[in-house]
């Protein structure tokens, strides 16, 4: 998840529940039973979720979720919040097209070639 973003998390009913105890460090912003929807902040957050019944109580269950910091750098050209394999893949898929380039012309130099993927690498270090 990206800061600002919002995610669902569902958790496999449990007929014998009464209850789905949810926690969060994250924002919620809607609970339905098995069903929670978070939206992510500007930090890694966790959510955890418990059944209970007139038995007793089940074990949370918890899951960290990574928030990474949004990066603008001009290598993201997928436009998440990461610079990876997937942006790089995105700039070779480009290498031979024909029609406008002009977003992977990161040295400006008019075309897409190695200077570009070296400014690539560059950009992903930062």
């Known amino acids: 998840m990206c800061a600002g973003t919002s995610a669902t998390f569902t958790v496999v009913a449990d007929e014998n529940a009464t209850d789905y105890n949810w926690q969060t ?5 809607m609970v339905n039973e098995n069903t929670i929807e978070i939206l992510a ?4 957050f966790f959510i955890s979720i418990q059944t209970s ?6 074990n949370y269950l918890t899951r960290t979720i990574s928030v990474p910091d949004t990066n603008t750098s001009s290598a993201n050209f997928n436009g998440d919040c990461l610079i990876n394999d997937d ?5 070779l898929d480009q290498f031979g097209c024909l029609n406008n380039c002009d977003a992977f012309d990161l040295n400006g130099d008019g075309y897409i070639g190695v200077e570009d993927v070296i400014l690539f690498i560059e950009f992903s270090a930062q």
């Open 53 to 58: 019944n007139e038995c007793g109580s089940s």
């Open 87 to 91: 942006d790089l893949l995105l700039l």
């Open 25 to 29: 460090t994250g924002t919620t912003s």
């Open 41 to 44: 902040g500007a930090q890694d």
